[in-house]
């Protein structure tokens, strides 16, 4: 679920972090359902007021939440909880250190078969692109990483399956890529 809030203007206002004064209208974390509330003008009815809602409110939960999985892996990898490599990926699954599996949207399949992600359920990160893995651990493009438990990594598990909500991943078309079935 997505939280919003409107903003002192009568303007629908995306809350990311969940932190923002005043009364929260939730929506689902799917595309689908952001975009029926837009339609059906389903914010003014949460909110008990007339309000506007901005034409690109989808980008803004988009970009917030993209931002929120890049800064928590970069925070986690500050903290020693995150390395990227295959090699280095590679070894954290075989001794077990590595909670979840990070592999970039647009790797080589090929590549991306090498490695397995731990037996746990949502041990599997694979929304984001190897540009946006570069941002989080400090390098031009990143395409395997992996989470050890503790830390951020519930956090941006949680966070990352709100953002192939909205991104449409499984089978559907992300921002990136256009129409492009993935």
């Not at 029926?36 to 917030?64: M, N, S, Y």
């Not at 995150?82 to 590679?90: D, I, L, N």
Request: overall charge positive; aromatic content about 4%.
């Amino acid at each position: 679920m997505i939280r919003f809030v409107v903003g002192p203007d009568n303007q629908i206002v995306p809350d990311i972090l969940g932190k923002l004064p005043g009364r929260g209208i939730w929506v689902s974390a799917d595309r689908d359902a952001l975009e029926l509330a837009i339609r059906k003008r389903l914010f003014a009815r949460g909110a008990k007021q007339a309000v506007t809602v901005p034409e690109d409110l989808i980008d803004q939960v988009h970009a917030g939440l993209t931002r929120r999985v890049i800064d928590g892996i970069s925070l986690a990898r500050k903290g020693g909880y995150a390395v990227c490599g295959f090699e280095k990926v590679k070894g954290w699954l075989l001794t077990g250190e590595a909670a979840v599996l990070i592999q970039s949207s647009d790797g080589s399949e090929r590549g991306k078969s090498k490695l397995r992600p731990p037996e746990e359920t949502n041990a599997f990160i694979g929304c984001l692109s190897a540009h946006e893995l570069g941002l989080a651990f400090g390098r031009e493009h990143v395409i395997h990483g992996a989470l050890a438990a503790g830390g951020l990594t519930q956090r941006v598990v949680e966070d990352a399956a709100k953002l192939i909500g909205v991104r449409r991943i499984d089978g559907g078309v992300t921002p990136e890529k256009g129409d492009k079935t993935i």
